[in-house]
T-cell receptor
Framework: GDSVTQMEGPVTLSEEAFLTINCTYTATGYPSLFWYVQYPGEGLQLLLKATKADDKGSNKGFEATYRKETTSFHLEKGSVQVSDSAVYFCALSVTGFQKLVFGTGTRLLVSP | DSGVTQTPKHLITATGQRVTLRCSPRSGDLSVYWYQQSLDQGLQFLIQYYNGEERAKGNILERFSAQQFPDLHSELNLSSLELGDSALYFC?????????????FGQGTRLTVV
């Protein structure tokens, strides 16, 4: 079945460090890929998305590239801030299917 | 603010009881999705409604049911509650049938079964 695997956290970084959160997927068909972020006490917010191979999604300094050959969608940011501390979820949606399949989430902690 | 409203924010109830969670989607969104977030199971898709009709079903227990009303708000009914039903329940809405467009999540209802 469709599934998403992302690295376990927490990921602990100092401010201005480089961030990578790995995400790989298994899907039938051609999925769209997403990163959602959940700040403390809030619901999930879409961070970025990519709908086909080699697309790059970007938002708020975060980027992820849809790699079909490696079935990956790794999240990167060049310089993290304390305000980026949150839980990040990788997810996929297969065209024609009416649900998002989420990874388990990766908690990011950024210290000053 | 995502525009999706969930009530109540917190709910504490006893085992065996029944509760109703309510979701008001963003204005104009026809699809409503329910998710359960628990520590051991992560985010699990429960069910989707589109313009009043059930469109997709996930890992929803038979003790749970949902509906979407003509004004597009949705309710998730949980009955014969067990301790393991304690979780954060999220509602999301989107404008089209699928998630290829952005989906907006509410802040969730935290259910505690004691």
């Amino acid at each position: 079945g469709d599934s998403v695997t992302q690295m376990e956290g927490p990921v602990t970084l100092s401010e201005e460090a480089f961030l990578t959160i790995n995400c790989t997927y298994t899907a039938t068909g051609y999925p769209s890929l997403f990163w959602y972020v959940q700040y403390p006490g809030e619901g999930l917010q879409l961070l970025l998305k990519a709908t086909k191979a080699d697309d790059k999604g970007s938002n708020k300094g975060f980027e992820a590239t849809y790699r079909k050959e490696t079935t990956s969608f790794h999240l990167e940011k060049g310089s993290v801030q304390v305000s980026d501390s949150a839980v990040y979820f990788c997810a996929l949606s297969v065209t024609g299917f009416q649900k998002l399949v989420f990874g388990t989430g990766t908690r990011l902690l950024v210290s000053p | 603010d995502s525009g999706v409203t969930q009530t109540p924010k917190h709910l504490i109830t006893a085992t065996g009881q029944r509760v109703t969670l309510r979701c008001s989607p963003r204005s104009g969104d026809l699809s409503v999705y329910w998710y359960q977030q628990s520590l051991d199971q992560g985010l699990q898709f429960l069910i989707q409604y589109y313009n009043g009709e059930e469109r997709a079903k996930g890992n929803i227990l038979e003790r749970f049911s949902a509906q979407q009303f003509p004004d597009l708000h949705s309710e998730l009914n949980l009955s014969s509650l067990e301790l393991g039903d304690s979780a954060l329940y999220f509602c999301a809405s989107s404008g089209l049938q699928g998630f290829d467009t952005e989906a907006f999540f509410g802040q969730g209802t935290r259910l505690t079964v004691v």
